[in-house]
């Protein structure tokens, strides 16, 4: 079983920055892929930046050359780098987390708030 502890949100004004964590924990699992998703209110829930085992990173148009996605494979963790930060980023953000077995794991989701 994986465990998924999310931190890093909260509210900031347009432009700013923030970072976000997520660190997975648990036994006798192995990662295949880490990743970011974000839920706006009346919308679906969408891929805001993952990284894979192989290295493979991809990032949702709406955020290329603001955010970077990057891991710690020692400490089975990975952040969201978010700067120039707008209100149309205002979302909660979901951490995912793909095992090697195609087990997907979700954190409880972390509020961003983008401040016009």
């Known amino acids: 079983q994986v465990q998924l502890v999310e931190s890093g949100g909260g509210l900031v004004q347009t432009g700013g920055s923030l970072r976000l964590s997520c660190a997975a924990t648990?036994?006798?699992?192995?990662?295949?892929?880490m990743g970011w998703y974000r839920q706006a209110p009346g919308k679906l829930r969408e891929l805001v930046a993952s990284i894979a085992r192989s290295g493979r990173i991809d990032y949702a148009d709406s955020v290329k050359g603001r955010f970077t996605i990057s891991r710690d494979n020692a400490k089975n963790t990975v952040y969201l780098q978010m700067n120039s930060l707008k209100p149309e980023d205002t979302a909660v953000y979901y951490c995912r987390t793909l095992v090697i077995t195609s087990t997907q794991y979700w954190g409880q989701g972390i509020q961003v708030t983008v401040s016009s």
């Open positions: 648990g036994s006798g699992f192995s990662i295949a892929s």
